[in-house]
């Protein structure tokens, strides 16, 4: 049985420190982390087939991550424990400037796979393979792997959905302009933010960005513009939807979950436009908790943020 949309990169175990500690005791929380996993969560919550294409530790994390994924429905029958490396992990920490994040992924058993080590037959029969720019960023193998899966995809009709998340503290941002640009030449669908993208195109209006992705060639832009909303184009068409007025209380994943939504509508077939208004509900209410798994939101919590309900 093959999954519809698959989601490939590393998950992160985390671990966010608790503003409210007390001297002596405990003060960070665990939870879980890694934008493809968020993806995949937030896919499956509204209703997708999904599975994810990663590499554990053999450690307490990873076997974490599977009853995790049980739990959500997310098929890991793709999912490769290592025994010679370590799940990912990630601290958040607390100051006057804001919060902090710390890596301890270098050598993880998600930035070693190779593209050898792909499932090519789970590839070429799902609909749609989501990966993102952080998976590349993590290690060359793991680049490597990317270009090689989204290759597999185009021979076999896999659509190919792209997050240009970028992380400067993984890679230069020389080096994430070039590898970033050649990846969405390849793409169906890229989810860049309009800050992000400010910063690989050196462009401002959100117009321009999506004209830019668009000439590189992805067929489908999808723009997150935080407070100002989201805009969607292709070639012959262009949409853009307000932001549902909230109270934020943590963005984690909310752009995760963003894509996860619009992804799952589109391989369901819906136009452009409704797959915007999913996606833009979904953010709204993750964003209204915290963490990046406890706020994704059911489908029929966005149906009821839109009003179909």
């Known amino acids: 049985m093959f999954s519809e949309i698959l989601s490939f990169g590393e998950p992160m175990y985390e671990f966010?420190?608790?503003?409210?500690?007390?001297?002596?005791?405990?003060?960070?929380?665990?939870?879980f982390g890694g934008d493809v996993s968020n993806f995949a969560i937030a896919a499956a919550r509204q209703g997708a087939n999904v599975g994810m294409i990663t590499h554990l530790g053999d450690d307490e994390f990873g076997e974490q991550f599977r009853a995790l994924w049980k739990r959500e429905s997310v098929a890991s029958d793709l999912v490769v424990s290592n025994a010679s490396a370590h799940t990912g992990v990630y601290f958040i920490t607390h100051n006057e400037e804001g919060h902090h994040f710390s890596f301890l992924r270098k050598g993880s058993a998600a930035s070693l796979i190779s593209k050898q080590q792909l499932p090519v037959e789970a590839i070429a029969n799902a609909k749609l393979l989501h990966t993102t720019a952080i998976t590349q960023a993590i290690s060359?193998?793991?680049?490597?792997?990317?270009?090689?899966?989204?290759?597999?995809?185009?021979?076999?009709?896999?659509?190919?959905?792209?997050?240009?998340?970028?992380?400067?503290?993984?890679?230069?941002?020389?080096?994430?302009?070039?590898i970033i640009n050649e990846t969405i030449s390849q793409v169906d669908i890229c989810f860049p933010s309009i800050d992000e993208a400010q910063l690989l195109t050196g462009l401002t209006h959100a117009d321009e960005i999506i004209d830019h992705y668009l000439q590189l060639g992805a067929?489908?832009?999808?723009?997150?513009?935080?407070?100002?909303?989201?805009?969607?184009?292709?070639?012959?068409?262009?949409?853009?939807?307000?932001?549902?007025?909230?109270?934020?209380?943590?963005a984690t994943a909310a752009g995760d979950s963003f894509a996860g939504s619009f992804c799952t509508h589109y391989v369901r077939g819906a136009e452009l436009q409704e797959c915007l208004k999913y996606a833009n509900a979904t953010a709204s209410i993750t964003i209204t908790g915290y963490g990046a798994v406890a706020p994704l939101p059911t489908l029929a919590q966005v149906e009821q943020r839109i009003g179909l309900s």
């Not at 966010?16 to 939870?31: V, Y």
């Not at 076999?156 to 400067?168: I, K």
């Not at 832009?221 to 007025?245: D, M, W, Y």
């Open 16 to 31: 966010s420190q608790i503003k409210q500690s007390k001297a002596m005791e405990p003060d960070f929380l665990s939870g």
């Open 140 to 178: 060359d193998t793991s680049c490597d792997a990317v270009f090689a899966a989204i290759e597999l995809a185009r021979k076999t009709d896999t659509l190919v959905s792209y997050d240009t998340n970028l992380r400067l503290k993984l890679w230069s941002l020389n080096r994430a302009k070039a």
């Open 219 to 250: 067929k489908i832009v999808v723009l997150k513009q935080g407070s100002e909303g989201a805009t969607v184009a292709n070639q012959h068409e262009r949409f853009s939807i307000k932001p549902h007025k909230v109270s934020t209380v943590d």
